[in-house]
């Protein structure tokens, strides 16, 4: 990834572009930033924009098993939206001065990160619904609050993903739903599904904000707006309700509601699975590796054989 | 549809098996394209022809006539009981192979999605003018890719021709009228498909000549899946695409 700059930025521009953020301006491509501002957003935006890219193989996963047409059919618009996002996302990391076949090569060469719950399995049809429902609902949580974020061209960007992402999140729920009311095997299914994202779902939102080591900085120039704690408090709150509307259950049996806060607060997380994960050792780190490596080998004929004729034609 | 009406049953099975098929091919490229751009258009594609056959396979439901809907069809028939050509089920190969089906039955489909869209069955032909805007669209991209894959490089070159001449053989099929739908084109309910043959060569020649290909002369026309007799691929094929909706019978989702 990029290093951090060690050189030290212009006082009064960096004391001006401050004031611009306090003020809740907007940084656009063109002016002025901090290399430091520069370098963060280029490694958040890439990211997201991997996390889309790798996100499409546990869902690709069961396309071909869709158990019904409209079920399919909704999959497959779900999975080539996330192919836009990451197309998009990387479009607007190119507006910091990178180019997206080097980012992608980060990716490939394993130097840059994406969202760890793409390192969890998809065993079962539920799952469909569980990563619609849990990974889409934490996202949404998440992007829109990255949608009032300093960067023009990222906030923008946020902006049109959340609209698909409630779509996502929806679909997601309804298989959820329809399985939670459906036949006991199914229910058993949704079941067993939610057991398993739940608490990596939560994990989704990044450690605790005393671990976090990029935060502070990221509050400070308006890239987050709120912290991983407060994130996640308010995905808890939103998905208990939905829980207990179709009848499942969290897999904590410290879950207790809080009547003087208003929230649900959760038994502890797992933060050594998290990091497991996080350092390349969940159950799919190298699997989902190895095929967007795979597909990136394997395409590598076709992609010069489109600059080949490409160039015949100037 | 009042009446049962077991030949205009096959023909929309031929029609959407076809598409249900070659989009279920189609959507195992996700997320392992080339680059990102073609991981879209592939699944925009599979979507499309998943689309297709799900309209075709409601209404062949409703014109058997036994209380059959598309997922009954699409996951409760048996390989024999599919109709497509042998072309759509083989299985995906490289790139060059899924660009050369798309475009070689991307063509016949714009041919009969054409004639279909004046067809004297309202259903038939609001489905086929829909589907002809979608195998426009698809014909373009496969037809720019089979260009820049023939006059591409040396490898591209020779994958793209491999392509031609393992998909060749299975072209024949496409044209090939069946016994019950003699009938119906003559009323003008579907199209004679033999008619469509001279016109998709034309269009073939065109495109291979400008991908710097070859057209293989004198192949042997498989045939076989209209009547059921399928390759070895389909049944596999299937076996994955029903696991689930078989595994809980009954159930909705």
């Given at each position: 990834?990029?290093?951090?700059?060690?050189?030290?930025?212009?006082?009064?521009?960096?004391?001006?572009?401050?004031?611009?953020?306090?003020?809740?301006?907007?940084?656009?491509?063109?002016?002025?930033?901090?290399?430091?501002?520069?370098?963060?957003?280029?490694?958040?935006?890439?990211?997201?924009?991997?996390?889309?890219?790798?996100?499409?193989?546990?869902?690709?996963?069961?396309?071909?098993?869709?158990?019904?047409?409209?079920?399919?059919?909704?999959?497959?618009?779900?999975?080539?939206?996330?192919?836009?996002?990451?197309?998009?996302?990387?479009?607007?990391?190119?507006?910091?001065?990178?180019?997206?076949?080097?980012?992608?090569?980060?990716?490939?060469?394993?130097?840059?990160?994406?969202?760890?719950?793409?390192?969890?399995?998809?065993?079962?049809?539920?799952?469909?619904?569980?990563?619609?429902?849990?990974?889409?609902?934490?996202?949404?949580?998440?992007?829109?609050?990255?949608?009032?974020?300093?960067?023009?061209?990222?906030a923008r960007a946020m902006v049109r993903i959340c609209k698909e992402e409630n779509f996502h999140k929806r679909q997601g729920y309804e298989i959820m739903a329809t399985l939670a009311n459906g036949t006991p095997a199914q229910k058993a299914m949704a079941q067993e599904s939610l057991n398993r994202w739940?608490?990596?779902?939560?994990?989704?939102?990044?450690?605790?904000?005393?671990?976090?080591?990029?935060?502070?900085?990221?509050?400070?120039?308006?890239?987050?707006?709120?912290?991983?704690?407060?994130?996640?408090?308010?995905?808890?709150?939103?998905?208990?309700?939905?829980?207990?509307?179709?009848?499942?259950?969290?897999?904590?049996?410290?879950?207790?509601?809080?009547?003087?806060?208003?929230?649900?607060?959760?038994?502890?997380?797992?933060?050594?699975?998290?990091?497991?994960?996080?350092?390349?050792?969940?159950?799919?780190?190298?699997?989902?590796?190895?095929?967007?490596?795979?597909?990136h080998a394997g395409g590598a004929w076709v992609r010069e054989a489109a600059l080949a004729h490409a160039e015949k034609q100037q | 549809m009042s009446t049962p009406h077991p030949a205009l049953f096959e023909a929309l099975l031929r029609l959407g098996d076809d598409r249900l098929v070659l989009g279920h091919?189609?959507?195992?490229?996700?997320?392992?394209?080339?680059?990102?751009?073609?991981?879209?258009?592939?699944?925009?594609?599979?979507?499309?022809?998943?689309?297709?056959?799900?309209?075709?396979?409601?209404?062949?439901?409703?014109?058997?006539?036994?209380?059959?809907?598309?997922?009954?069809?699409?996951?409760?028939?048996?390989?024999?009981?599919?109709?497509?050509?042998?072309?759509?089920?083989?299985?995906?190969?490289?790139?060059?192979?899924?660009?050369?089906?798309?475009?070689?039955?991307?063509?016949?489909?714009?041919?009969?999605?054409?004639?279909?869209?004046?067809?004297?069955?309202?259903?038939?032909?609001?489905?086929?003018?829909?589907?002809?805007?979608?195998?426009?669209?698809?014909?373009?991209?496969?037809?720019?890719?089979?260009?820049?894959?023939?006059?591409?490089?040396?490898?591209?070159?020779?994958?793209?021709?491999?392509?031609?001449?393992?998909?060749?053989?299975?072209?024949?099929?496409?044209?090939?009228?069946?016994?019950?739908?003699?009938?119906?084109?003559?009323?003008?309910?579907?199209?004679?498909?033999?008619?469509?043959?001279?016109?998709?060569?034309?269009?073939?020649?065109?495109?291979?000549?400008?991908?710097?290909?070859?057209?293989?002369?004198?192949?042997?026309?498989?045939?076989?899946?209209?009547?059921?007799?399928?390759?070895?691929?389909?049944?596999?094929?299937?076996?994955?695409?029903?696991?689930?909706?078989?595994?809980?019978?009954?159930?909705?989702?």
């Amino acid at each position: 990834m990029n290093p951090t700059p060690t050189v030290a930025e212009d006082p009064s521009r960096l004391a001006e572009f401050e004031a611009r953020i306090a003020a809740d301006g907007t940084i656009e491509p063109k002016d002025w930033m901090p290399a430091r501002y520069r370098s963060q957003l280029i490694r958040m935006m890439s990211q997201h924009a991997h996390s889309e890219v790798v996100g499409m193989l546990p869902e690709g996963n069961w396309i071909t098993r869709a158990p019904s047409l409209r079920r399919k059919m909704i999959l497959l618009a779900k999975v080539q939206d996330e192919g836009g996002h990451g197309l998009y996302i990387y479009c607007g990391t190119e507006t910091l001065g990178v180019d997206r076949q080097e980012l992608v090569q980060q990716l490939l060469d394993g130097k840059a990160k994406y969202s760890s719950i793409f390192n969890y399995p998809t065993l079962s049809w539920a799952d469909m619904g569980a990563i619609g429902w849990l990974v889409d609902g934490a996202a949404i949580v998440n992007q829109t609050m990255l949608a009032k974020a300093s960067y023009g061209p990222y906030a923008r960007a946020m902006v049109r993903i959340c609209k698909e992402e409630n779509f996502h999140k929806r679909q997601g729920y309804e298989i959820m739903a329809t399985l939670a009311n459906g036949t006991p095997a199914q229910k058993a299914m949704a079941q067993e599904s939610l057991n398993r994202w739940w608490w990596p779902s939560l994990m989704m939102f990044g450690p605790h904000d005393k671990d976090s080591s990029n935060s502070d900085e990221l509050m400070r120039w308006g890239i987050k707006r709120k912290s991983n704690d407060e994130l996640r408090q308010r995905f808890i709150n939103l998905t208990i309700a939905q829980v207990k509307a179709i009848n499942l259950t969290v897999p904590d049996p410290d879950l207790r509601y809080n009547e003087a806060t208003g929230d649900w607060e959760t038994g502890p997380i797992d933060w050594d699975e998290f990091w497991r994960v996080v350092k390349g050792n969940g159950p799919c780190n190298k699997e989902r590796l190895a095929a967007r490596r795979a597909a990136h080998a394997g395409g590598a004929w076709v992609r010069e054989a489109a600059l080949a004729h490409a160039e015949k034609q100037q | 549809m009042s009446t049962p009406h077991p030949a205009l049953f096959e023909a929309l099975l031929r029609l959407g098996d076809d598409r249900l098929v070659l989009g279920h091919r189609t959507s195992e490229w996700c997320g392992h394209a080339p680059i990102l751009e073609e991981d879209i258009a592939l699944a925009n594609l599979a979507l499309d022809l998943i689309g297709q056959a799900n309209l075709l396979l409601e209404y062949a439901g409703a014109v058997e006539g036994a209380g059959r809907d598309q997922d009954a069809l699409a996951y409760f028939r048996e390989a024999i009981e599919f109709r497509n050509a042998l072309m759509c089920e083989l299985p995906k190969g490289d790139y060059a192979v899924t660009i050369a089906r798309h475009f070689l039955h991307g063509v016949f489909s714009v041919l009969q999605w054409d004639a279909l869209s004046s067809s004297t069955d309202a259903t038939i032909a609001g489905i086929a003018a829909k589907a002809l805007k979608e195998s426009r669209y698809h014909v373009r991209h496969a037809g720019e890719w089979m260009i820049r894959l023939g006059d591409g490089t040396d490898e591209s070159h020779r994958r793209a021709q491999d392509a031609v001449n393992l998909l060749w053989p299975f072209t024949g099929e496409l044209f090939m009228p069946c016994s019950d739908d003699a009938e119906l084109a003559a009323a003008g309910v579907t199209a004679d498909v033999s008619s469509f043959e001279a016109k998709w060569r034309e269009t073939i020649d065109d495109v291979m000549l400008r991908a710097t290909l070859t057209v293989p002369e004198g192949a042997w026309m498989q045939r076989g899946g209209r009547e059921g007799r399928h390759t070895e691929h389909l049944g596999h094929m299937l076996a994955e695409m029903q696991i689930v909706a078989r595994s809980h019978p009954g159930a909705q989702w």
